[in-house]
């Protein structure tokens, strides 16, 4: 955009300085038709005039197409900006739900480890007891055949203490 700017003043400079040195010929009246009737005036500054005319023509139409692009650009700008925000809270809303997801996940993982823990503890008991119960019945049991045994040798013993 510099560049076009920059040779459009370039352009404009040469024009003048052209018409600043030529003033005497541009100045010089001459005899135009303009269809019906003829008129004198000075042609350079009739071409003159209409180059400055359409000079400043062209300068609208820039200015005009420049901003009607900021307006866009300045739209485009509010609707991104909006389309932002909705995505962050979109984002937003679903590091909540996973973050609600995670809790519940893991207040599951923590009711299913105690229920555990409790079942476990439950059979650690009941295997407790029981193997208490074996212990004890084996403690009968090997008590009975030491009594079976010394009874065995009493009455064994006294027999050959007899013979």
Do not use: C, H, W
Request: charged letters at 20%; proline letters at 1%.
């Amino acid at each position: 955009m510099r560049i076009k700017t920059t040779l459009l003043i370039i352009g404009i400079a040469l024009v003048a300085a052209f018409t600043a040195l030529n003033i005497d010929e541009f100045t010089r009246v001459s005899v135009l038709s303009v269809g019906v009737s003829t008129v004198q005036l000075p042609l350079g500054l009739i071409l003159l005039g209409l180059l400055v005319v359409a000079l400043v023509g062209f300068l609208i139409s820039t200015v005009y197409i420049e901003s009607a692009n900021l307006i866009q650009t300045r739209k485009y700008a509010r609707d991104l900006e909006v389309q932002r925000n909705l995505a962050d809270k979109a984002e937003s809303s679903r590091f909540i739900e996973l973050q609600r997801a995670m809790k519940a996940s893991d207040l599951a993982v923590a009711e299913r480890d105690a229920a555990n823990v409790l079942a476990f503890t439950e059979s650690l008991a009941k295997t407790q007891l029981n193997l208490s119960q074996r212990i004890e019945q084996s403690d009968n049991a090997t008590a009975a055949y030491i009594g079976q045994l010394q009874d065995r040798l009493e009455t064994n013993g006294s027999l050959a203490v007899k013979l």
